[in-house]
Nanobody, 123 residues
């Protein structure tokens, strides 16, 4: 089992940047795939990005690629999401998730979830 705790959300103006972090604890020896998802009010949870535990493979939502960057800090058991050029449409709760070793983009593929962190982008 692994526990996930997100941090770094907040209020930012359009065009600004935020960096989200997710700390993993528990049995991290298995080498999980780490993912970020987001859920805006009234919408389904959607895939943002995923990365292997070693950081050697990444995958992004096509609509976000180029503005968002996912990275691993293995020494800290932490995955980060750098978000640039934010727009009000990026307003959502952002969730960190973990699963077994194969990259995936669907919510049902992930076994462990954090509580989420709110990101609000003002116009």
């Amino acid at each position: 089992q692994v526990q996930l705790v997100e941090s770094g959300g907040g209020l930012v103006q359009a065009g600004g940047s935020l960096r989200l972090s997710c700390a993993a604890s528990g049995d991290t020896s298995s080498g999980y795939v780490m993912g970020w998802f987001r859920q805006a009010p009234g919408k389904e949870r959607e895939f943002v990005a995923a990365i292997t535990w070693r950081g050697d493979r990444r995958y992004y939502s096509n609509s976000l690629k180029g503005r968002f960057t996912i990275s691993m800090e293995n020494a800290k058991n932490m995955v980060s999401l750098q978000m640039n050029s934010l727009t009000p449409e990026d307003t959502a709760i952002y969730y960190c998730a973990a699963k077994g070793s194969i990259l995936a983009v669907t919510t049902r593929s992930y076994d462990y979830w954090g509580q989420g962190t709110q990101v609000t982008v003002s116009s």
